[in-house]
Structures are given as structure tokens and as C-alpha cells.
């Protein structure tokens, strides 16, 4: 078990470029979330997928954004055409089921400039 | 609207004092709580999970407790250490199957 990883660590780009982020899970973690957070504030729901099947998007998920998780492992969220309202923090977590405990990564860490 | 709050938002504790954080939350027909700790510019470590039937959940020097029917939860952080400084965040997962989260109590406990 070596816990939710997230690549890149940080990420700065210029503002219009688009971006993609990967999460790789717990094993067997069938539930997989972002989250989004930004400074002083706690993390904003965005999406969840129940093995590969995305099952709800928060309002806060413009169509600028998409996610997949084509194999019902790792995950992608992609950012189209960035703005720098974007400048965050992209939190992946995962659980092995509803109700048990939601482990998170350590963030990808946006900046548009 | 479902919403978690947490007061206060900063809190400084001299070292070996026991202490209280404290989280509310808008609807008491939750599905749990979890607290968590974060550390500057890293994600989120899981502490404690109270499943709604639970009252308390310990683990180690941590105790959660839950109350539904006035809405809260506390942490109870017992002889706190100068390592339990971070930022603790209190989210509930109101039977939607997401957490929502408060914005937390920046913890600074002073050697």
C-alpha cells in the first residue's frame, strides 16, 4: 500500500495553455475523488468515480474541465484553456467504499500565470 | 444547504496542554465525520471516522466525539506536542456520498 499518488507536485502555466494531472490509487480503492482547494479554505468537491464509471460533477466543474479513469485505476483531470481563478490546489483521495475512510494525496499545486 | 463549520479558525496552545477543536454542521442526518490533519502544502492525513451510529472514535492520544442531535464533533487532542501542529479539518458526508468540509483550525502549539 503506498498510498495516493498525484503527478506533477506543481504545475505553473500561462493562462489559455491546458493542463493534465494524473492520480494512481490505492489498490482496490474502487472510489476515486477530486477535490480542489485554495488558500484558507477547505477542499471543494468536483467529481467521483465508482470504478470507471464518473458518477456525479459538482456545478463548480466548468466544461473547461474533464476527468476519466478509462480502467478503473488511475485518473486524469484535465483543464482547458486555463484561467487564473484556476490557481489551486487539485486533491485526488480514493476509498475502498462508501461509508470507510477517504485517503488523500498530496496535490497537484496549480498556478496560472 | 448543508455546511460544516469550523471556530475558531486559528488556535495556539502552549506544549502539554490538552485541547478541544470544535466542527457543527447544518443537518444532523449525516452518514459519518471524519477529521483530518493537513500540513503546509501537503494533502490530508486521515485521523479519526464516526460512522452516524458512533459516539466516539480514539486512537491514540485523539478523541472524536459526535453528537447528531446538536450537530457538532470535537477533537480532543490530549498532552498535545509541538508535531501536532497543522491545520485540522473536519468533513461530513451528509448521505450524498461526498465529504463536505469546513475550512479548519490552524493549530500552533508553542514549546
Known amino acids: 500500500d503506498t498510498g495516493v499518488s498525484q503527478d506533477p507536485r506543481h504545475k505553473i502555466t500561462k493562462r489559455g495553455q491546458n493542463v493534465t494531472f494524473r492520480c494512481d490509487p490505492i489498490s482496490e480503492h474502487n472510489r476515486l475523488y477530486w477535490y480542489r482547494q485554495t488558500l484558507g479554505q477547505g477542499p471543494e468537491f468536483l467529481t467521483y468515480?465508482?470504478?470507471?464509471?464518473?458518477?456525479?460533477k459538482s456545478r463548480l466543474l466548468s466544461d473547461r474541465f474533464s476527468a476519466e479513469r478509462p480502467k478503473g485505476s488511475f485518473s486524469t483531470l484535465e483543464i482547458q484553456r486555463t484561467e487564473q481563478g484556476d490557481s489551486a490546489m487539485y486533491l485526488c483521495?480514493?476509498?475502498?467504499?462508501?461509508?470507510?475512510?477517504?485517503?488523500f494525496g498530496n496535490g497537484t499545486r496549480l498556478t496560472v500565470t | 444547504k448543508q455546511e460544516v463549520t469550523q471556530i475558531p479558525a486559528a488556535l495556539s496552545v502552549p506544549e502539554g496542554e490538552n485541547l478541544v477543536l470544535n466542527c457543527s454542521f447544518t443537518?444532523?442526518?449525516?452518514?459519518?465525520l471524519q477529521w483530518f490533519r493537513q500540513d503546509p502544502g501537503k494533502g490530508l492525513t486521515s485521523l479519526l471516522l464516526?460512522?452516524?451510529?458512533?459516539r466516539e472514535q480514539t486512537s491514540g492520544r485523539l478523541n472524536a466525539s459526535l453528537d447528531k442531535s446538536s450537530g457538532r464533533s470535537t477533537l480532543y487532542i490530549a498532552a498535545s506536542q509541538p508535531g501536532d501542529s497543522a491545520t485540522y479539518l473536519c468533513a461530513v458526508n451528509f448521505g450524498n456520498e461526498k465529504l463536505t468540509f469546513g475550512t479548519g483550525t490552524r493549530l500552533t502549539i508553542i514549546p
Open positions: 483521495a480514493t476509498q475502498i467504499g462508501n461509508g470507510s475512510p477517504l485517503h
Open positions: 464516526i460512522q452516524s451510529s458512533q
Open positions: 468515480f465508482q470504478n470507471e464509471a464518473q458518477l456525479e
Open positions: 443537518d444532523s442526518a449525516i452518514y459519518n
